[in-house]
């Protein structure tokens, strides 16, 4: 065997164990709850109790589940909305920015939101409060089409 070719191996491996990181991790996390479990059944009934009690309290949703709620931009340019579809969490403020060379609006096929004609660098912003699928359009050019899913 070349030692490039060992080399080319070694690489490989490394690669394939990278790609395992989820099982790896959960190997490790399964490790801490055994040693958690020994230490946990030394602790008096009352304490477990009161320890249940508080960790049952904790939230349980992976901060992955959901986009969190802050501000997202859409850059308008060359006659599109980029990106077209965007989802984002209940909250957010969206911000549309015309970096094209002229004019375009931002209007809600609902009717939910309407910007005034938008001037290259002009911006028009709008803040969902409620989930839902909001897909909107450009007046001046209505086959310049976008989507906002809020959930
Ligand atoms: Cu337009």
């Not at 490790?31 to 904790?58: C, D, E, H, N």
């Not at 997202?72 to 969206?94: C, L, R, Y």
Request: proline fraction near 6%; include cysteine; hydrophobic fraction near 35%.
């Amino acid at each position: 065997m070349h030692r490039q070719d060992y080399e080319q191996g070694k690489k490989i491996e490394q690669r394939q164990l990278n790609n395992n990181f989820k099982p790896r991790k959960e190997t490790r996390k399964g490790r801490i709850v055994t040693k958690k479990t020994l230490w946990l059944a030394s602790l008096p009934a009352p304490v477990l109790i009161a320890m249940l009690l508080l960790f049952s309290g904790l939230p349980r949703v992976k901060a992955s589940d959901q986009p969190a709620a802050g501000n997202a931009e859409i850059k308008i340019d060359n006659f599109s909305f980029g990106p077209q579809n965007i989802t984002v969490a209940v909250g957010t403020t969206v911000t549309w920015v015309n970096r094209d060379d002229i004019p375009h609006t931002v209007v809600s096929t609902d009717g939910v939101f309407k910007s005034k004609v938008r001037d290259t660098d002009e911006k028009f912003s709008y803040t969902f409060t409620k989930a839902g699928t909001y897909p909107y359009f450009c007046s001046v050019h209505p086959k310049m089409t976008g989507q906002v899913v809020v959930q």
